[in-house]
């Protein structure tokens, strides 16, 4: 059984900073892409982060030189630490497992709510 838990969210005023933490198990996870999306209300899901395998990353514009994702394969687990938070980046946080060769693998997370207010 595939499980994707993720961690970490919660409310921080602006310019604050938060480390999201998603835990894989069921899964191979050091062949899998790892991703980090988010949906704020009213809005699709966007993507946020990726680290592929061999470590290689990749940041949506919006969050460039704010975040970082990480991963860490003794402990199957990928991180996003979130600095200089601005109200925008209020959105329930998505832990995505990808693998597309040879066949396709998706699975998701619950999500974890991230409020960013004063």
């Known amino acids: 059984q595939v499980q994707l838990v993720e961690s970490g969210g919660g409310l921080v005023q602006p310019g604050g900073s938060l480390r999201l933490s998603c835990s894989a198990s069921?899964?191979?996870?050091?062949?899998?892409?790892m991703n980090w999306y988010r949906q704020a209300p009213g809005k699709k899901r966007e993507l946020v982060a990726t680290?592929?395998?061999?470590?290689?990353?990749n940041y949506a514009d919006s969050v460039k030189g704010r975040f970082t994702i990480s991963r860490d394969a003794a402990k199957n687990t990928v991180n996003l630490q979130m600095n200089s938070l601005k109200p925008e980046d209020t959105a329930v946080y998505y832990c995505?497992?990808?693998?597309?060769?040879?066949?396709?693998?998706?699975?998701w997370g619950q999500g974890t709510q991230v409020t960013v207010s004063s």
């Open positions: 995505n497992a990808l693998r597309l060769d040879p066949s396709t693998y998706n699975f």
């Open positions: 069921g899964i191979r996870f050091s062949i899998y892409t």
């Open positions: 680290i592929t395998r061999d470590g290689s990353t």
